[in-house]
């Protein structure tokens, strides 16, 4: 069994500790955007749900992830696309755990995220391995940052309207932009109060997740308003429905538009883009990155 699965103490050691903030403090600075690589560990993510449900192609496919150009990966035992349902924590560990292990084992030194918005998945992905935690509620498990802070970890804060089954139905804001950044800097309030350093609290628009077309295209545009806060920021923009909707590209034929969305990223001191396909989307930002510098 895992470590962490059996539900008893957790057994994290200042080594574990140390390792791990090693690991995020040489994230910063980069010229380019980092890349984040997607791990779905599920039979019903809208992308690729179900190619990777067995934990040794998981593992070897964040370990090619890695290889094709991502800085770190991210590890998610449950969908969170439009409509799906929750999945019990013992379930979710039972996915993620073992892909951990495995790619700890592989990749000492990697960076990996694990995609959840449960804390005890999380103090057991921690025990495991895993460095960081990507939470689509934005900490609203009460224990989730206190977890965070004392791990030495770090958190991406996302806006979600709702819950999976209900984004959707209620996409209408005043002011998206002004709501979901006002949103984001009072959860990255609470997660400095819970002892998280500011460069350990990265933030997130939620692409996708309970916003329409205009509101995701001027999410993306506001992203330096965002990047100002002061935190890291994170976008994921990869293969959205909205892509399909505005160009008519099916899921696998998105990579185009998925380029075009991250354009707002170049240039932004320290900025997350979390993508499936690394090796197109690190070529795309290290040219644009110099085209960028070029023009001064």
Known sequence: MPRGQSGGAQTVTR????????????????????????????????SDGGRTLAPELAARHAARLLDEGADLVDIGGESTRPGAAPVPAAEEMRRVLPVVEALRALRPEALLSVDTRKSAVAAAAFEAGADLVNDVTAGSDPAMLPLVAEAGAAVVLMHMRGAPQTMQRDVAYLDVVAEVHA??????????????????????????????????LALLAALPDLAAAGHPVVI????????????GAAVGERLPGTLAALVPAVGLPRVVVRVHEPAPVRQFLELATRLREAAG
């Not at 994921?236 to 160009?247: A, Q, V, W």
């Open 15 to 46: 080594a574990d500790h140390s390792a791990r903030e090693r690991r995020l403090d040489r994230l910063w600075p980069q010229p380019r955007p980092l890349i984040m690589g997607v791990v779905n560990c599920t039979p019903d993510s809208f």
């Open 183 to 216: 949103f984001l800097r009072a959860r990255a309030a609470a997660a400095t109060a819970a002892g998280l350093a500011c460069e350990r609290v990265w933030l997130d628009p939620g692409i996708g997740f309970g916003k329409d077309d205009a509101g995701n």
């Open 236 to 247: 994921g923009p990869s293969r959205k429905s909205f892509i399909g909707r505005l160009t």
